[in-house]
C-alpha cells in the first residue's frame, strides 16, 4: 500500500491554501446543527471519489466502467460535493464568500483547462472511442443510464483495492475524515 501522504500535495504552492484553510478553523468555527446537511455530503463526495478512484486505470485505457459509465469526472464531482459540505457546514457569509470563489474559479478556470488537456490526452490515445465516449457521457452532471460502448470495449470491471490504492485515495480520505473530525471537535467546542 501506497504512503497516503503525496509529496506533490507538501508543495509550496498550496501553501497559501493550507494558511487559508487553517484560518478558516481559528476564526470561523463551523455551525453545530449544519452538520446534519453538511457530513452527507461530505460523504457523499468522498464515495463518488473512491468509487471512481476504484475503477480508475490511468495511462492504461480509457476507463468507462464504474461511475465512468455514468459521468466523466467522478473525482471532480465529488472534490465539489466535499467542498460545498464543508462551506455549507461553516454557514453564513464564511459559506457563501468559500462557495462564491470555489464555484466560479472550478467553473471558469480549473474545470475547462483540464477537460481540454485532459481530452486532448484522450483523445489522440484512444480517438474515435473517446470522442464516442465524450459525445455520449455528459461531464460533471451524471447520466442516469450507464454508457456503454457499441463496440464492446471496456467491459464491465470490478472496483479494485489496489486501482484506488494506486490513485492514492487513502489520502483523500484521511484528509476528508480528518476535516470532519477537526469541523465537529471545532463545532462542539463552540456550542460548549
Known sequence: MR????????????????ILGLAILVWLPPRPGASVVAVPLIVLGAALRGWGA????KNDDLTTTGPYG????????????AGTGFAVWLGGWAAVAVL???WPWFALHYFPRKEHSEGLRLE???????????????ALWPRWRRWRAEDGASPPARWRFDRYDDNNELGTLLALSFGVLVFWLRAEVGRG
Open 3 to 18: 504512503n497516503p501522504i503525496r509529496a506533490k500535495n507538501l508543495n509550496v504552492r498550496f501553501l497559501p491554501l493550507y
Open 54 to 57: 476504484g475503477h480508475l486505470v
Open 70 to 81: 455514468h459521468l466523466r469526472h467522478p473525482l471532480y464531482l465529488g472534490t465539489i460535493l
Open 100 to 102: 462564491a470563489l470555489l
Open 124 to 138: 489522440g490515445a484512444y480517438g474515435d472511442r473517446f470522442r464516442r465516449y465524450r459525445e455520449a457521457v455528459p
